[in-house]
Structures are given as structure tokens and as C-alpha cells.
């Protein structure tokens, strides 16, 4: 097989198509012709169609049935018209794949039947292979054929916010026995979030290769820990992740919730793009990331439940503070909440749209 006829080969012929969009530009800094504007979890149930079309169907299953990852995929860029669109799956996807026992309970989110806690059961977490998610890279394959010149934003959950579904078993408000393993063995916690990187680069891997544009890791529960110890438990198992992609030149989006203290770090793990909830002012959060990165963020999504006019003008406060950096994807500081009024988002996107027009 020559190298045009892999799916490398197939990525870069196809990445000219989304090279000019706004949001690539913006993770490049590079000028815009508009601020550019995706939600994270924009695909779900705040959406109707989601819900029409997901009816029945247990989550991770819909998560490999490429038709429907298709079509839920491409729903809030049909309806928002978002600047791009995120590929329908969950972090815990690779996971399923590689055979751990889990499932996703509605209103309640991973569940781990065997939790992680010892180094007999690493042997659980076996290498990724493509053949183990051969649906995604079918989905992407139709999706970027679909998608035209929008980009697909590829992602996968970073090894500390997966170790701690492994290892307690479900979500967590405190990470308690995360934390023991991590301050009580940390070799073992080092070979964990090793393996684990391993497996969320593959998944990368495959997803950029079928057509991502771009990927985000989502780091959401690592606003847990304390600087110093991200810099010495986590960074390198992140840093190898974004080292693994990094030859793609697909920008690098890393994501945390409650990261004020970890924004730095996270960058110098190896993001192009630093994602900011909305404790911090993008202004501010610049200072913290330093040159050389984007920013992405980061409106309160609570904002979304007040009127028109605090909506507008919360945005307008996001954008003012963005208005010297090098480059600024506006997303909320969170995700889209299913109880969100759909249009509510659609009149923002136009909004931010309107403001920042040149
Ligand atoms: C921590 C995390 C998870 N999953 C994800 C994260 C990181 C992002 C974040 O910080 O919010 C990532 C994720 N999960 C999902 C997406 C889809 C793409 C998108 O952003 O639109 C993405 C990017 C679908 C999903 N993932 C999940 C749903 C809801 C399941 C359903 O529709 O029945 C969706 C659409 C389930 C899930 N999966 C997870 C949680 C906490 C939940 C919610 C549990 C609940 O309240 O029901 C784990």
C-alpha cells in the first residue's frame, strides 16, 4: 500500500477542504473573518432530533452506529450553524472498545463494574487497535464527506479524567481513591495514566486519520489537583498524548473545568488551544497560558437560562476580554446543559457572529 492510498494518505487530501475555515484559522492565530463558535456537548439532549432519533437506543450503542453518530453529529450544525461540529461519542468509547465492563447510565454518566485499583488489573487495559472502533472511522469517513468545508473536531478524555471513572468505579465529586492511588503508589498511577495515554493516542490516531480537523482532550475533572501534582502525576501522561498527534499539525485542544490554577501547565503540556471555563476572563487567562496558544471559552453556560439581552451582553464581556489575544474560539465554559433552550443557542452563535464580523 502506497502512502496515498492509507488513510493518511486520504487526511491530507482532505484537509485543504476545512484548511480556511474561521475555526482552524483561530486555533492557528491566524485572522478571522469572524470569531469562530462551537458548543461543547452542542450534540445531545437539548436537541429534539436527539432525542427523536436516539429513542430506544442505550447510549453506547448509538455510539457505534455510524449512520446515527452521522446524523446526531451533524444536527447542531444544521441548527446553530456552529463553526464545527463534534464528533458523537463519549470518552469512555475506547474503553468500551478494549473490552473494560462499563456502561453509561442516563442522569448518572460512566459506570465501571470492576474498578481499577490494583496492578494485577492494568492487564485489563490492552493497546487500542483501529479494527476496535472500526465504526468510527466509517462515521468520520461519511461525516467529513457531509461536513464539506466545516470541520470535524475529533476528542477523547485525557488519562487523569479517565483514570478516575477506572478507578472509582463511576463519577466522583471527590476522586478519594484516585487521589490514594496517586499520592500512595505512584508508580503504579505512573503505569496506569501511561497505558491509558497509549490508548487515548490511538484513538486520536484513528480519529484524525478518517478526517478530524482538529482534536480535543478533555482533561474536565483535573481541576481537582493541585499544580504541583498535576506537574508531576499528570503532565506526562498528557504531554504524551499531544506528542502522539503532534506530526498530524491537526490542531491540539486541551480542556479542564476549574483549571485556573492549571491553565500554564496545561498548555506547556502541549495544546495549540488552551480551553478556559468561565472562572477565569480570557485576559487573564492569556497572562497564565503565556504566547503562542489560542484560547477557547468561555461564557458561563448557566448564562443561557437568563434573557436575550444578559446573554448578548455576557458574550459581548467574553469577547472584550478576548479582544487582545492571539487567537479566540468562543465556546462556553462548560458544556451544553439538556435543559437549554436550542434557540437560545442558535441566537448566539448569530450573535457572536454579528459582534465580531469584520
Ligand atoms: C466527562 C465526560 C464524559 N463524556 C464526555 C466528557 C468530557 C466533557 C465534559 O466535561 O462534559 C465527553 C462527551 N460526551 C458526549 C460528547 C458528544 C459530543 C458533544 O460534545 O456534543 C462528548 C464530547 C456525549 C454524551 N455523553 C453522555 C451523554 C448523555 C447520554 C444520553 O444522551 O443518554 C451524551 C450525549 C453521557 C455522559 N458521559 C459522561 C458524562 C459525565 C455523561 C453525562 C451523564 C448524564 O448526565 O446523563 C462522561
Redesign the pocket.
Known amino acids: 500500500m502506497s502512502a496515498m492510498d492509507s488513510p493518511t494518505g486520504q487526511q491530507t487530501k482532505q484537509q485543504p477542504r476545512t484548511y480556511d475555515s474561521a475555526f482552524l484559522k483561530a486555533c492557528r492565530r491566524e485572522p478571522v473573518p469572524h470569531t469562530p463558535v462551537w458548543f ?6 437539548s436537541l429534539p432530533e436527539y432525542l427523536k432519533v ?1 429513542e430506544g437506543i442505550p ?1 453506547l450503542e448509538s455510539c457505534m452506529r455510524p449512520e446515527l453518530v452521522k446524523e446526531i453529529t451533524l444536527q447542531p450544525v444544521r441548527r446553530h450553524g456552529v463553526d464545527a461540529a ?1 464528533y ?4 469512555v468509547v475506547p474503553l468500551k472498545a478494549i473490552g473494560l465492563d462499563l456502561d ?1 447510565k ?5 459506570v465501571v463494574a470492576d474498578p481499577i485499583r490494583t496492578r494485577a488489573d492494568l492487564d485489563r487495559l490492552r493497546d487500542l487497535t483501529p479494527d476496535d472502533v472500526h465504526y468510527v472511522t466509517e462515521a468520520i469517513g461519511m461525516l467529513t464527506e457531509e461536513l464539506g468545508d466545516t470541520p470535524l473536531i475529533g ?1 477523547a ?1 485525557a488519562p487523569f ?1 479517565l483514570a478516575s471513572y477506572l478507578v472509582e468505579g463511576g ?1 466522583s465529586r471527590n476522586h478519594e481513591h484516585t487521589k490514594a492511588l496517586m499520592y500512595g503508589d505512584p508508580q503504579l498511577w505512573a503505569d496506569l495514566l501511561d497505558r491509558l495515554a497509549g490508548i487515548t493516542s490511538a484513538f486520536l490516531k484513528v480519529q484524525i486519520e478518517a478526517g478530524a480537523s482538529a482534536v480535543q482532550l ?1 482533561d ?1 475533572w483535573v481541576g481537582a489537583l493541585a499544580p504541583a501534582d498535576y506537574r508531576r502525576s499528570i503532565l506526562p501522561a498528557s504531554a504524551k498524548v499531544f506528542d502522539a498527534v503532534a506530526g498530524y499539525g491537526v490542531p491540539r485542544i486541551h480542556f479542564g ?1 476549574g483549571t485556573g490554577e492549571l491553565l500554564g501547565l496545561m498548555g506547556e503540556a502541549g495544546a495549540d488551544v488552551v480551553g478556559v471555563d468561565w472562572r477565569v476572563p480570557l485576559d487573564e487567562a492569556a497572562r497564565r497560558v503565556g504566547p503562542g496558544k489560542a484560547l477557547q471559552g468561555n461564557l458561563d453556560p448557566a448564562v443561557l437560562f437568563a434573557s436575550t439581552e444578559v446573554v448578548e451582553a455576557k458574550a459581548d464581556e467574553v469577547l472584550a476580554a478576548a479582544k487582545g489575544l492571539e487567537g479566540h474560539v468562543f465556546n462556553l465554559g ?2 451544553v446543559m439538556p435543559s437549554m433552550d436550542p434557540d437560545a443557542l442558535t441566537r448566539l452563535v448569530a450573535h457572536v457572529h454579528e459582534r465580531t464580523a469584520v
Do not use: C, E, L
Not at 40 to 45: C, L, N, Y
Not at 106 to 110: E, L
Open positions: 461543547m456537548r452542542q450534540a445531545g439532549r436516539r447510549m463534534i458523537f461519542s463519549d470518552i453509561i442516563p442522569g448518572v454518566g460512566p476528542f478524555g479524567t463519577p478533555f474536565s473545568v462548560h458544556g
